[in-house]
């Protein structure tokens, strides 16, 4: 037998959504090297320990690789026909008589071919209403904001060369040197030429210490100090909107009410820094402002996200080069993940499942009835909430791809109940995870560089990832498994598909005439650039600058929501539970808590003050307790962390952060439940 040879593979990082492109080199079929490459476009040859450290995972002696079905209690290995018999068996009742009682949760590190596939089975084979994904835990709270405001979502609105043209960069709860390292370089470039960079954090993170200038409000106050920003710009005269909108005045004669006092007392900041702030805004030619997830996974995350839109808006920013507001997406195609129908209410190219129009079109597109098309189910959390209660609205099966909802889900001791109280819990994977262990039936999957495939990157740029390697033992592409999933329950329908390529077209097609059109790309055209969406034409032009009025809404305009931000808690002593990502870790921390070359360490940080209050000293284990769970760790004393806060991981580890969340109340516009703000008490505990 011939050795097979070696060969250099150009791919994208299967981590955070900066996708940095390496190469990737193989000896006898196997990823022995990674090489950055200066040509990627987004990073330019700079990549993180954890993308260099990738390929550690793909022979992990863990790998899954062959499908494992629950018996007497005990996952044992079987064929694929026994695992798709079980799947005929346990489905197929269902999707006849009950489709809405399955439900199917996919994870915004899927590829757009995978998350396109994902949508259509869910719809058009199962016939459920009831699909989402861990996205809704991301970005979902800009998205919604960035949707009704511009009927557009994405996450930057012009590709990363252009932020330094920048000359004030104001960072919301974005500790970029931690999760998307290379966007530093951008930073710095931005510094280099003579602009300013804010980090507003309730920590001093890595990132605050680069930009040296920080602003510390009350976690769950950045909308307010949005707000008071937008009061002194109109004090000052600087309004001057982007373009005629809807609901300017409404959100003018709102701010109002937040001078500065009041918001330098509800965010807990010297009112001095709060003025230093809003000159340094006010008197910026291109201001750009950037959001991460600490104003946005909140219960109010979505009207917080829309005071800083309204504040870019109504001082002229928005559609600038490198100026306006942007959202900076973290998960690996956490973009193009929310665009092609696993959300809940969405359809392919950023469609809504509730537009006839778009109805009618995907129903063409797979040619079925308009009517059969489900209206949408039940969001992420929600889903998740519905597992296994036998009343109306519950479901007796779910299928996973891709997500360890029993580490990232709020109120994670509540949902691993419900997951055990599922008849069918079915789950594609490559790796164990806490989510396979309660599964009745695991099927092996496909890691990032033993498929084809696109992924859409933090600026809407849109890149090939290819294959380095085939899948190990019986393992399966994933794009295969959902297509077997479909002929096992009866519904082969669609899902025939001959080759990776003959989906990946379907795909693109699908998307002609959306929003997100991403139907004048293919492969080869892919192969000579990235693109940045929509590409409408195959010999047109991509689309740098997104955010350019007019907007795709009904009459062109966007429309500014004022902002209903729950008053803050001031109550004495209250200390106040917050998360935020680590360098060395990714989402539930599958892949990254296996590798020797990552680390990471999931302590509590606490200000010494604090510490001292509750008689902790460094290294002490404390037990923080909410009104959701407990969870006991070691203690770091941290200055530089607000005295009524404490900062822990958000899902790298399980039995930590998210059983102290809560996995009942939600933003009413994104479905986000809310990740940073906890109320928490403190009990010293025994070591760990
Ligand atoms: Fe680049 Fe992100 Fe991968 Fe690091 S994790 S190499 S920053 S894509």
């Known amino acids: 037998m011939n050795a097979a040879p070696s060969r250099t593979v150009r791919t994208t990082c299967p981590y955070c959504a900066v996708q940095c492109n390496f190469d990737l080199h193989t000896e006898q079929g196997l990823v022995t090297r990674t090489t950055p490459t200066r040509d990627c476009p987004v990073a330019h040859g700079t990549v993180c320990k954890k993308g260099l450290s990738a ?43 009950a489709p809405q009682r399955v439900g199917v949760f996919g994870g915004g590190s899927l590829t757009n071919e995978k998350t396109y596939l994902l949508g259509k089975f869910a719809r058009v084979a199962l016939r459920t209403p009831h699909i989402d994904h861990n996205g809704r835990y991301g970005v979902a709270s800009a998205s919604a904001a960035l949707n009704r405001t511009f009927g557009l979502d994405r996450g930057l609105g012009f590709p990363l060369d252009d932020l330094p043209r920048s000359d004030l960069i104001v960072l919301v709860g974005a500790n970029v040197a931690e999760t998307l390292p290379p966007v530093m370089q951008y930073l710095k470039a931005a510094r280099n030429r003579g602009g300013a960079v804010y980090a507003i954090d309730p920590r001093v993170t890595p990132t605050a210490k680069v930009a040296g200038r920080h602003l510390a409000p009350r976690p769950g106050t950045d909308g307010v100090l949005a707000l008071g920003l937008l009061h002194l710009m109109k004090q000052w005269g600087r309004i001057r909107p982007t373009a005629p909108a809807h609901g300017l005045s409404d959100v003018l004669w709102h701010a109002d009410d937040y001078p500065p006092a009041r918001v330098a007392h509800d965010c807990g900041v010297p009112e001095e820094e709060l003025i230093v702030l809003a000159r340094a805004y006010a008197d910026a030619r291109t201001p750009l402002i950037l959001t991460g997830r600490g104003p946005e996974q909140h219960t109010h995350g979505t009207d917080t996200v829309q005071a800083w839109i309204n504040l870019a808006f109504l001082t002229g920013h928005v559609g600038k080069q490198g100026g306006g507001f942007g959202t900076l997406t973290g998960q690996g195609n956490g973009q193009g993940g929310r665009q092609h129908g696993q959300k809940n209410d969405q359809l392919p190219g950023a469609r809504s499942l509730r537009d006839p129009r778009h109805r009618a079109q995907m129903a063409a597109h797979w040619n079925i009835p308009e009517h059969q098309l489900p209206q949408p189910g039940h969001s992420a959390q929600e889903l998740l909430n519905a ?53 009745t039936l695991v099927l092996p999957g496909s890691m990032w560089c033993e498929e084809e495939g696109t992924t859409t990157n933090l600026e809407g740029r849109v890149q090939r990832r290819r294959r380095a390697m085939t899948v190990p033992g019986a393992a399966r592409e994933d794009w295969r498994i959902l ?113 020797p070359a990552l680390k990471g360490a999931n302590a509590a940080q606490i200000h010494p003050d604090t510490a001292h209050a509750h008689g902790l000293r460094a290294g002490q284990s404390v037990t923080l307790i909410t009104a959701h769970g407990q969870a006991t760790l070691p203690v770091t004393l941290t200055p530089g962390i607000r005295p009524d806060t404490l900062f822990i991981p958000p899902f790298h580890w399980p039995g930590a952060a998210n059983l102290l969340t809560d996995p009942a109340a939600l933003d009413p516009h994104s479905r986000m439940p809310g990740f940073k703000v906890t109320p928490v008490t403190l009990r010293p505990a025994p070591a760990i």
Request: net charge neutral; charged share 20%; with cysteine.
């Open 55 to 97: 390929p550690g995972d793909l022979r992990h002696p863990d790998r899954l690789t062959t499908p494992l079905l629950r018996r007497d209690g005990q996952l044992v290995p079987v064929g694929w026909p026994e695992a798709l018999a079980y799947v005929r068996d346990a489905l197929t009742p269902l999707v006849q008589s």
């Open 483 to 595: 297509c077997d999933l479909a002929h096992a329950v009866g519904r082969p329908h669609g899902f025939t598909y001959p080759t990776f390529r003959s989906l990946q077209d379907d795909f693109f097609l699908a998307t002609r005439g959306a929003r997100a059109d991403y139907s004048g790309l293919s492969a080869e055209r892919l192969d000579r650039a990235s693109a940045q969406w929509p590409v409408p034409r195959a010999d047109g032009p991509d689309t740098p600058l997104a955010y350019a009025p007019t907007y795709p809404t009904p009459d062109g305009l966007a429309t500014l929501h004022v902002p209903r931000l729950p008053a803050p808690d001031l109550a004495p002593r209250a200390l106040r539970l917050t998360t935020g990502r680590l360098s060395g870790q990714y989402q539930s921390g599958t892949q990254t808590r296996r590798n």
């Open 387 to 439: 597992c296994g209660d036998p009343g109306e609205g519950g479901l007796d099966a779910l299928i996973v791809l891709g997500s360890n909802p029993v580490v990232s889900a709020a109120g994670a001791g509540q949902i691993t109940e419900r997951l055990k109280a599922l008849k069918h819990l079915i789950v594609i994977d490559f790796l164990p995870s806490e989510t396979t262990q309660l599964a």
